[in-house]
C-alpha cells in the first residue's frame, strides 16, 4: 500500500505560493525544491500552473517536477501539451513519458511515481501512443513476417514481432513503455498489444477526449462554446449570481492580486474567502480567453497574452460599472459575477468594432483588405472589423510617421487598457470624417483591390494634379511623360476644400504634403520609376 501523503499545512502554502508568484523561470524550480517537503509542494498546486511552469523552466531541466506530480497532474500535463484543435496528437505525449519514468530502473521510489502515472493514463490515451508507435505482426498469422525497420523485439511469449516506427529519444520511450508492461504482468502485456489491433482510433480519440474535457473543466477550462459566451455584449437583464468557482488549489502563476490596479485595490477590501473566490473566477476569465483563441498551451508568451487580455477586460468592465470610485469598485466586484464583468469590459470593444463594421460599409474607408485611409487609420479600422476585435498600436506612431510604411508595420493585438480604448475612438472620429471627405471629393470609388491598393492621400494628390494639369479633379493616373509638371504642379498644396473639412481635412492636408515631398527632385529635373513612387498614380506605357 502506498504511504499516506502528509499536505502542507495552509500557512506553509500560502507562503510557498507568494514566493512562486514573485519568482520566475528556474528560480521557481529551485524554490520547490527548497522546500521542507517538494512532493507535498507540487502536489497541492494547480496542475494547469505546474504545466506552464515546466514549460517555462524547460521539460529537461524541470523533470523532477514531472516525477514529483501526481498522477492527476501528470494527465492534465498531456491534456494540455499532447492535444491540438480536439486531436490527440501522440508524439507530443512522448517526452512527457519518458521523463516521468527516467530513472524508475535506479529507485525504488521513483518506480513507484513512475507505476502510480503509468496505471492512472487513460487506456485510450495509451493506445494511442502506442498505436501511432508500433507495428504489430502476429507470428501466429505470418511466422516470417518482412520487416522494414531495425528497431524492433520479439515479445517474450513469442506471439508478436514489434517493429517500432519512432526513432531517438521516442524509441526509448516507446520501448521503455513495452519493457514496464511485460515486467510487470506478460499476459496483460500480451492482451493489450491483442486489443490494439481492433480498437478503431476515432473512438479511443473521442472517448479520450471527453476524459479530458472533464479533468481541464474542474480546473477552470471552459468548452468553445462557453468559452466563445464571454465574448458576447453584455446581457440586459441584471447580473446573476455568479456559479461555483473551479474546484482547483491556489494557485500562484496569475499573481491576480498585487498589481496595483484598480481591481486589485477593490479586491484587496474584500473578505480573505472571497478575494479566494475572486481569483479561481479570474482564472475561469483567463481560461476562456486561451480557448476561444485557441491559444497552443505550450506557447509561453502567447498564454501570458491572454491572461493579461482576461485582466482587462475584466478592469474594463470593472470601470464601467464602478467608474472611478474605490468604494463602488469593491462593491461592484463582492456583488457581479466575473463572466458579467468580462462582458462589460469586451462590450467596450464591441462598440468600436460595430462603428468600424458601419464606416466600412459606408464605402468610405475602402474594405478590410484593402483599406482606402492611410496608416495606421485603415489598418486600424480593418483591425476592429475582424471577427476578434483587435487593437492596432501603430495608432501610437508619432503624427509625422502617419502614412508610412513603419506606420502600418505593426501586429495586431487584443486591447489591454482603457487608454487604447480612447486612442482607437480618436481615430474612429478621424476616420469617419476622413470617409466623409473621400466621398464628398469623390476619391473613394473605382479603386484597386489588394493590399498594394492606393491609399486615400495618393488618391488626393493624383486627383490635385490632374486638376492643376487642366484636367477635371478626378485620382486618373498621370501619364509617365507628365511627371515633371505635376510634381511642379504640387511643390506646394493649399486647398479651400481641405481647410473646410476641419480635422479629418488639416490630417488629409499633412499627410498629402508628406506624401508629395518624393516628387521634389523630379520637379527639380531628376527621374524615378513609377512603381517607385507613392505620391502619385502614374500610367506607364512600358
Not at 517538494?38 to 524541470?62: N, S
Not at 459575477?337 to 467596450?348: S, T
Not at 491598393?453 to 485620382?475: D, I, K, M, V
Request: hydrophobic share 50%; no cysteine.
Amino acid at each position: 500500500m502506498a504511504k499516506e501523503e502528509k499536505a502542507l499545512a495552509p500557512e506553509e502554502l500560502s507562503r510557498a505560493r507568494a514566493a512562486l508568484a514573485a519568482a520566475q523561470g528556474k528560480r521557481r524550480l529551485d524554490l520547490v525544491l527548497e522546500a521542507r517537503d517538494p512532493q507535498a509542494l507540487v502536489r497541492a498546486l494547480p496542475a494547469d500552473e505546474l504545466y506552464f511552469t515546466i514549460r517555462d523552466i524547460g521539460l529537461g531541466d524541470a523533470a523532477l517536477l514531472v516525477q514529483l506530480a501526481s498522477p492527476e497532474q501528470f494527465k492534465t500535463f498531456l491534456d494540455l501539451d499532447a492535444w491540438r484543435g480536439g486531436a490527440f496528437e501522440p508524439r507530443r505525449a512522448l517526452p512527457w513519458l519518458r521523463v516521468a519514468r527516467a530513472g524508475a530502473h535506479l529507485d525504488p521510489k521513483a518506480a513507484a511515481r513512475w507505476t502510480r502515472k503509468l496505471d492512472a493514463l487513460d487506456r485510450e490515451v495509451l493506445y494511442l501512443v502506442l498505436r501511432d508507435a508500433l507495428h504489430l505482426h502476429d507470428l501466429e498469422e505470418d511466422p516470417d513476417p518482412e520487416l522494414v525497420s531495425d528497431r524492433f523485439m520479439r515479445t517474450p511469449e513469442g506471439r508478436f514481432v514489434v517493429e517500432f516506427q519512432v526513432e531517438g529519444t521516442e524509441y526509448l520511450a516507446v520501448r521503455g513503455l513495452l519493457d514496464d508492461f511485460y515486467a510487470r504482468d506478460a499476459f496483460q502485456a500480451t492482451r493489450l498489444l491483442s486489443a490494439l489491433r481492433g480498437e478503431l482510433p476515432s473512438e479511443l480519440e473521442e472517448t479520450a477526449l471527453r476524459w479530458r474535457t472533464g479533468r481541464l473543466a474542474d480546473l477552470g477550462f471552459p468548452s468553445l462554446e462557453e468559452a466563445l459566451s464571454w465574448f458576447a455584449r453584455p446581457p440586459r437583464a441584471p447580473a446573476r449570481p455568479a456559479g461555483p468557482p473551479p474546484a482547483r488549489p491556489p494557485g500562484f502563476l496569475l499573481a491576480t492580486l498585487g498589481g496595483g490596479s484598480a481591481m486589485d485595490r477593490a479586491a484587496a477590501a474584500l473578505p480573505a474567502g472571497e478575494r479566494e473566490v475572486l481569483e479561481r473566477e479570474i482564472v475561469a476569465a483567463a481560461n476562456a480567453v486561451l480557448v476561444a483563441d485557441q491559444v497552443d498551451p505550450s506557447d509561453l508568451q502567447a498564454v501570458r497574452g491572454a491572461f493579461a487580455a482576461a485582466r482587462a477586460m475584466l478592469e474594463l468592465g470593472l470601470a464601467r460599472l464602478a467608474g472611478a470610485d474605490p468604494d463602488r469598485a469593491a462593491q461592484v466586484l463582492a456583488e457581479t459575477p466575473v463572466k458579467r464583468l468580462f462582458q462589460e469590459g469586451f462590450g467596450r470593444v464591441l462598440e468600436l468594432k460595430w462603428r468600424a463594421e458601419r464606416l466600412l460599409a459606408g464605402g468610405g474607408a475602402g474594405s478590410r483588405a484593402a483599406p482606402l485611409l492611410d496608416a495606421p487609420l485603415g489598418e486600424a479600422v480593418a483591425s476592429l472589423a475582424a471577427k476578434r476585435p483587435r487593437y492596432f498600436p501603430g495608432l501610437e506612431a508619432p503624427r509625422d510617421e502617419w502614412g508610412t510604411m513603419s506606420a502600418a508595420a505593426h501586429e495586431p493585438r487584443r486591447f489591454l487598457a482603457a487608454a487604447e480604448l480612447d486612442r482607437t475612438a480618436a481615430a474612429l472620429d478621424l476616420a469617419e470624417g476622413l470617409a466623409g471627405l473621400a466621398q464628398a471629393l469623390g476619391l473613394a470609388g473605382g479603386r484597386a483591390e489588394g493590399p498594394l491598393a492606393p491609399r486615400l492621400s495618393t488618391l488626393y494628390l493624383t486627383a490635385l494634379a490632374n486638376e492643376r494639369l487642366g484636367r477635371a479633379f478626378r485620382p486618373d493616373p498621370v501619364a509617365r511623360a507628365e511627371l515633371p509638371g505635376a510634381a511642379r504642379a504640387l511643390a506646394a498644396i493649399e486647398d479651400p476644400r481641405l481647410a473646410s473639412a476641419g480635422q479629418a481635412g488639416a490630417l488629409l492636408l499633412e499627410l498629402a504634403r508628406a506624401r508629395a515631398a518624393e516628387l521634389a527632385p523630379i520637379a527639380e529635373g531628376g527621374t524615378a520609376r513609377p512603381e517607385h513612387l507613392s505620391a502619385l498614380l502614374v500610367l506607364d506605357p512600358d
